[in-house]
């Protein structure tokens, strides 16, 4: 629970925090929430117990209460490391949030780091390694040199990419993800990375990949331009999607769809000459199939160099 695992640093409100998730777990919603609102009186500031407040309201049906709650999450710390914005977003069903926040990845992953391929492989289902190397060989591209596995998280797209690769670089947003990669031995070099905030430099890759990435970015106006400017002459890019409806959908499962629309019309406006996407099924959530696209683009005719917001585009 959010209020016991960040505490306030305020033992009487963190003992009534503790004594409304009893009452919560008993089914006394009212009662977790009066007694939650008293603690938060004692520690206003508490950015995870203004996000639990906001849970709380939210399963008793009081949605318009939730989001104030969780308002105030994001006020008493705007890094959001719960991801109380995107809740109230969903909720409010007007998302207006173009990626996660960053500080929210990185907690999310290194909880996640030591159970991470036990969860996505054996519970979920998760192809997105197999699927991008198939689309990679249907199109006709089996060998590389320098290859960056951008969102590495713990190697699983590392592993399929080191026979077909001189030189291979990791990045990712969570150390624990890194430690984990590490430990396979299959990288020559992992960095911690923002992937939403990347700046060109004059590193070139003859392919990048983002395996199940995309989907934690929103927006990827900024990530793709990033991409065919770190290209080298002839390079690849392949990453997956999941498909949705809208340019841009943020989901109940605080993941990010794609149209295929928009992936293509950025991917073109990048300069990419060659674009295969391919339907595929990426994973399973709650044994429910996720679709997707697995999308490899190439012959780049346009450089574009990114400086802070702006696009600088040249011919390579």
């Not at 639990?52 to 939210?58: D, K, T």
């Not at 990712?172 to 020559?188: F, N, Q, T």
Request: proline share 4%; charged share 25%.
């Amino acid at each position: 629970m959010a209020g016991s695992l960040f505490p306030s640093g305020d033992l009487t409100a963190d003992r009534r925090a503790s004594f409304a998730e009893t009452l919560a777990h008993l089914g006394d919603l009212a009662g977790a929430i009066e007694t939650l609102s008293g603690a938060l009186e004692l520690a206003p500031v508490w950015a995870a117990g203004w996000f639990r407040l906001g849970e709380f309201l939210e399963l008793a049906g009081e949605i318009e209460a939730a989001c104030q709650a969780w308002d105030k999450a994001v006020l008493a710390d705007p890094r959001d490391p719960l991801g109380a914005g995107l809740k109230r977003d969903l909720a409010r069903r007007v998302p207006v949030a173009e990626a996660m926040p960053p500080a929210f990845v990185e907690l999310l992953f290194d909880q996640y780091a030591p159970r991470f391929e036990r969860s996505l492989v054996d519970k979920l289902a998760y192809r997105g390694p197999e699927i991008l190397m198939e689309s990679l060989r249907l199109a006709g591209r089996t060998q590389f040199g320098s290859a960056l596995d951008l969102g590495c998280g713990t190697g699983l797209m590392g592993a399929v990419l080191r026979p077909v690769c001189t030189h291979l670089v990791g990045y990712d947003i969570s150390d624990g993800m890194l430690v984990e990669a590490d430990r396979k031995g299959i990288y020559d070099v992992l960095e911690k990375r923002d992937i939403a905030r990347l700046d060109v430099t004059e590193r070139r890759y003859d392919l990048i990949v983002a395996a199940d990435v995309f989907i934690y970015l929103g927006a990827l106006e900024r990530v793709i331009g990033w991409c065919a400017g770190s290209l080298a002459v002839g390079g690849v890019l392949a990453f997956t999607v999941e498909l949705g409806v809208a340019p841009v959908q943020l989901r109940e499962s605080c993941r990010f769809a794609h149209s295929q629309a928009y992936v293509e019309a950025l991917l073109r406006e990048a300069g990419f000459g060659s674009i295969r996407m391919t339907p595929c099924v990426i994973r399973e959530d709650r044994g429910v199939q996720v679709n997707g696209l697995a999308v490899v683009a190439s012959g780049l005719t346009l450089r574009h160099d990114r400086e802070g917001d702006g696009d600088l585009m040249a011919f390579a």
